[in-house]
């Protein structure tokens, strides 16, 4: 089982449509979270981190439920620049190894 | 303030050969990761570099080496090349040891072998 495990998509959905992406993670003693986005052939971009109240940034909202240990990330009103692949990030223990998920495919259209 | 810079942007190797990658953190970073990205692949860990020495090893064979130096820039080393070897080399940099801080990201090295 891979450490963090995400729905590879691709979620092909309509400008202006809501999408929501999930993740789960194996080791319960993650400390810290984030969504990175990666476009097509360059470096991922630190999105948000993910805190365990929820945060909100914009269109974007992360959200955290470490009893069921996964997470979320909500895009309201989707724009064709938003078309990229998210990455979930977890930590190790003492937080300073971070384990990339596979990456959810997401893709706008007009 | 620049951002994590790693270079060469491109380097074409032929099987056999050695390839050595550069990366200078932002300032104040003494966290250094490296990261190889194969295509349509996640990001596979490397290695972790803090304040000159290796934290952490991810798995791959003894032929991927690096070093960190005393202005915290990093190389990454890699020993008789394979084919599987190209991919995206991604260096990304951090506040050191203390957690819950996020990683940012170089624009990568792409090595392509022949």
């Known amino acids: 089982r891979k450490e963090v495990e995400q729905d590879p998509g691709p979620f092909n959905v309509p400008e202006g449509a809501t999408v929501a992406f999930n993740c789960t993670y194996s080791?319960?003693?993650?400390?810290?979270f984030f969504w990175y986005r990666q476009d097509c052939r360059k470096e991922p971009k630190l999105l948000m981190s993910v805190y365990s109240s929820g945060n909100e940034d914009g269109r974007f909202t992360a959200q955290l439920n470490r009893a069921s240990q996964y997470i979320s990330l909500l895009i309201r009103d989707s724009k064709l620049s938003d078309s990229a692949t998210y990455l979930c990030?977890?930590?190790?223990?003492?937080?300073?190894?971070?384990?990339f998920g596979g990456g959810t495919r997401l893709m706008v259209k007009p | 303030e620049a951002g994590v810079t790693q270079s060469p942007t491109h380097l074409i190797k032929t099987r056999g050969q050695q390839a050595t990658l550069r990366c200078s953190p932002i300032s104040g970073h003494t966290s250094v990761y490296w990261y190889q990205q194969a295509l349509g692949l996640g990001l596979q860990f490397l290695l972790w570099y803090d304040e000159g020495e290796e934290r952490n090893r991810g798995n791959f064979p003894p032929r991927f080496s690096g070093r960190q130096f005393p202005n915290y820039s990093s190389e990454l080393n890699v020993n008789a090349l394979e084919l599987e070897d190209s991919a995206l080399y991604l260096c990304?940099?951090?506040?050191?040891?203390?957690?819950?801080?996020?990683?940012?990201f170089g624009d990568g090295t792409r090595l392509s072998i022949l």
């Open positions: 990030v977890a930590s190790n223990n003492a937080g300073n190894m971070l384990t």
């Open positions: 990304a940099s951090s506040l050191g040891e203390r957690g819950g801080q996020p990683q940012h």
């Open positions: 080791n319960s003693a993650s400390q810290s």
